[in-house]
Nanobody
Framework: QVQLVESGGGLVQAGGSLRLSCTAS????????MGWFRQAPGKERKVIAT????????YYEDTVKGRFTISRDNAKNTMYLQMHNLKPEDTADYSC????????????????WGQGTNVTVSS
């Protein structure tokens, strides 16, 4: 049973920074791609950033490029999302997910999901 637990969300002012963490258990963490997704109220879940199994390849959605950095520590079964220069439009519930593949960039590439953590950016 794969379990993913996110942490690090909260309330931050525009221009601020947060770091999200996602810790996995019950799986061969280092064998699979991981990703961060977000869902704003009334909107569909969308991919923000993904990273392949080894950490050598990343993908970013256009609106977060240059502001967010995804990384992983396979020894700790943990993935991170460092977020800088946060904007009010970044406000959403952020979830991490594990893929069934070594690399993926769409929602359909991921099969296990965490419960999510809320990020609220005030203007």
């Amino acid at each position: 049973q794969v379990q993913l637990v996110e942490s690090g969300g909260g309330l931050v002012q525009a221009g601020g920074s947060l770091r999200l963490s996602c810790t996995a258990s019950g799986s061969s963490f280092s064998s699979y791609a991981m990703g961060w997704f977000r869902q704003a109220p009334g909107k569909e879940r969308k991919v923000i950033a993904t990273i392949n199994s080894s950490g050598s390849l990343t993908y970013y959605e256009d609106t977060v490029k240059g502001r967010f950095t995804i990384s992983r520590d396979n020894a700790k079964n943990t993935m991170y999302l460092q977020m800088h220069n946060l904007k009010p439009e970044d406000t959403a519930d952020y979830s991490c997910a594990q893929s069934w593949r070594h690399y993926g960039v769409t929602v359909d590439d991921f099969e296990y999901w965490g419960q999510g953590t809320n990020v609220t950016v005030s203007s």
